[in-house]
């Protein structure tokens, strides 16, 4: 960017070049600022972009996070730099970016529960997202007249901790 005087020839934005120099001039460099975005844990789901390149001053939109199965988004977090405006955790977006800086997505393990008799009865809710190594609450049952609820089994994937089957809970 010319800042004071002119260039009688073609200036070329992008190498700072002028062509024709006839009289004092002065060019700016013009940077921009990156923020980068980053998932833990990776298996959690996809963000795009990872990254954006915005104005000093300028704001950052979060990027969109896309789940893996059995996965949900929790929230974002700076995890390095800071934002000199407003930061919305569900989104990650910063307001203003005036310096470098990282923003994390968090994911959650959807625990989903299922009934194996639809008219035996009801489970609320029918599922929970935890945290990585969360502890994940069995859901309330409510039986029908003439069923007796008997336990909780694992159908699909595993418990790192202790499974209840009484409970639900992992």
């Given amino acids: 960017t010319i ?25 700016q460099c013009n ?8 998932e833990s844990p990776d298996a959690g789901g996809t963000l795009s972009p990872t990254y954006r390149d915005v104005a000093y001053g300028d704001s ?50 959807r625990v989903s529960y299922t009934e194996n008799i639809d008219a035996a009865g009801s489970l609320s809710p029918t599922y929970r997202d935890v945290g990585y190594g969360a502890s994940a609450t069995g859901p309330t049952v409510t039986t029908n007249t003439g069923y007796v609820f008997v336990n909780f089994t694992i159908t699909s994937g595993s418990c790192a901790g202790t499974f209840t089957a009484s409970t639900g809970t992992c």
């Fill in 3 to 27: 800042t004071s005087g002119s260039c009688a020839g073609t200036f070329t934005a992008s190498t700072g070049t002028c062509s024709n120099v006839q009289a004092p001039i002065t060019i």
């Fill in 31 to 38: 940077w921009n600022i990156r923020v980068t975005y980053w």
């Fill in 60 to 109: 950052a939109t979060g990027p969109t996070a896309t789940p893996a199965t059995g996965w949900a988004l929790n929230n974002f977090y700076i995890y390095s730099g800071s934002c000199a405006g407003t930061f919305t955790a569900s989104t990650g977006t910063c307001s203003v970016v005036n310096a470098a800086m990282t923003i994390q997505a968090n994911w959650n393990i």
